[in-house]
């Protein structure tokens, strides 16, 4: 009907603790692990404490075991992994003060958390680096009862190459943030947008250049016949310029350009030792030094008709995920940058690089939207959402169906930017008071420009959107120290010449 249950207890190691065997109490490490192995208050076979200690032994992680003394702590037993994380073998803790056995540091660390363990009778835990090696810590008191808690067990956890992990990803977290921001500001940029291939083409490769950080990034386009790639732009960091270079015979290097066609991306760590690579390397990479490329295709309309190369010097370089896709990202822009210069009109280039750069849409750090011609919101990112206070893109468009009398505090602010974008096709820098969700207003700087189709027809508006408030604040209390006194409150001198001036000139125009 009831189950037998078996009862683990360990020797104690004081004297008062020792139960009435006729045994003294354990004096080292190999005493420590000779303990009773009792079944109602009967000695039984010793096979579960063998396996505990086997457990205690070859566990990676280190385990320990410290009795209180009057005078501090002692080390009563631990196994191979702490002594080893420690730099001591097992049986130079044997019986030993921290203090004794430990760094200062280290020691001072067991020292304060084991009196908080004592006192508050709860597990703690803390950090501690030796030996180059990153540890955590935890203390547990062993409870009896009402008794003071003589003994504490120790664990330790190495977690080293979790913070080399943890390192390594917020290194790669930084890059993916930075090459982010690039695409996003080369994606809108107005030479991209315009259709002036060369100045997009010389902004493309500057910004790659300096993301990758490569000495060379050049675009390469084929011929007519398709028998040669030749360089259309190629920026040189070490000299900051753009120029030209050979064109590559497709004849000559036929397994790189089979790559070409049919791969993503080429990543040659080494030009020499990689087969796609190595005709190209010996022939015309070595004289510029040249070791390694990152080369990714240029595609119009699914066909290949290009390449873009970041090209490293100095030796091998092994390339990281998040670099080869940004080689292919920028080889998508060098992509629209043709697109824009061919046929001028961007709507279809738009439609492809919505999908395309979704991501950098949910994440820029500026308000981006598309709004209708009469003025309702029918786009708009995370971030504008965030400006004008609302929870979300979805609710700030359910909600700004009229733009002119939704948003503006000033109409006439409104009829001057249809006036302004009428003349010109967009505005650059137009600030506006505009009501947030709650009825409170805020100050704001859009670029915008007219969305039309292949007829003229005016489709709506799209742009960007960024929050000048501060700036705004700040340029009202910079005009006033200009022109009024900081101790009176009063008008000063400038002030009263540019009244002074100002009241001349409409004297004279009324004479």
């Known amino acids: 009907m009831f189950r037998r249950r078996s009862v683990l207890i360990f020797q104690p190691s004081r004297p008062h603790e020792i139960l009435d065997t006729g045994k003294k109490p354990a004096d080292s490490m190999a005493d420590f692990w000779s303990p009773r192995l009792l079944y109602r208050g009967r000695p039984v076979a010793g096979r579960s404490q063998a396996i505990l200690h086997t457990l205690f032994e070859s566990v990676n992680e280190g385990l320990f075991i410290l009795d209180t003394t009057p005078q ?64 955590i810590v935890t203390l547990s008191p062993v409870l009896e009862e009402d008794a003071p808690v003589q003994q504490m067990v120790g664990a330790c956890q190495d977690i080293t190459d979790l913070k080399v992990a943890e390192a390594m990803l917020q290194r790669s977290q930084l890059r993916l943030q930075r090459q982010n921001q690039t695409l996003m500001q080369l994606a809108h940029n107005q030479a991209l947008a315009s259709g002036n291939l060369n100045e997009a083409l010389h902004q493309i490769t500057e910004a790659a ?51 070409l066609q049919n791969e993503r991306a080429i990543a040659a760590a080494d030009v020499l030792t990689d087969p796609r690579t190595h005709e190209l390397g010996k ?24 390449v873009i190369c970041h090209e490293h010097t100095g030796g091998s370089r092994a390339w990281v995920g998040e670099e080869l896709a940004f080689a292919g990202s920028v080889a998508d822009l060098v992509t629209l940058a043709l697109e824009a210069s061919e046929r001028q009109q961007a709507e279809q280039a738009l439609r492809r690089a919505e999908e395309r750069y979704r991501i950098f849409f949910e994440e820029a750090i500026e308000g981006i939207f598309f709004t209708t011609a009469t003025g309702q919101c029918v786009s708009a990112n995370p971030m504008l959402a965030k400006i004008l206070g609302y929870e979300s893109p979805g609710e700030l468009i359910e909600h700004l169906t009229d733009v002119s009398r939704q948003l503006y505090v ?52 799209e742009g960007t959107v960024e929050n000048i408030t501060a ?21 000063n001198r400038e002030r009263f010449d540019q009244d002074l001036e100002e009241a001349c000139s409409r004297r004279k125009a009324k004479i």
């Open 471 to 491: 700036r705004r604040r700040d340029q009202a209390i910079i005009e006033y120290m200009a022109y009024f006194d900081s101790l009176t409150g009063l008008a």
């Open 209 to 259: 250049a300096e993301i990758i950080e490569v000495e060379r990034v050049g675009v390469w386009l084929y011929n007519p016949e398709r028998t040669k790639l030749v360089c259309i732009d190629l920026y040189d960091r070490s000299l900051q310029a753009h120029r030209e270079a050979k064109p590559l015979d497709v004849q000559v290097y036929p397994a790189y350009f089979e790559a």
């Open 283 to 306: 022939s015309y990479l070595l004289g510029s030094e040249i070791r390694a490329l990152l080369d990714a295709p240029v595609r119009l309309g699914g066909r290949v008709v290009g």
């Open 72 to 135: 501090g702590f002692i080390f009563k037993a631990c196994n191979p992994a702490f002594a080893q994380w420690m730099g001591l073998a097992p049986q130079a803790l044997n019986n030993v003060d921290p203090r004794e056995a430990l760094p200062i540091d280290i020691a001072g660390a067991f020292y304060d958390n084991g009196h908080q363990c004592l006192s508050q009778k709860v597990s703690v835990r803390f950090q501690a680096t030796i030996h180059s090696r990153s540890l």
């Open 410 to 461: 000033d109409p006439q602010r409104r009829q001057e930017f249809l006036r302004q974008i009428d003349e010109n096709g967009a505005v650059w820098g137009f600030e506006s008071a505009v009501y947030c969700k709650d009825g409170s207003t805020t100050w704001i700087s859009e670029n915008t420009r007219a969305v039309r189709d292949s007829n003229g027809i005016l489709m709506g508006y």
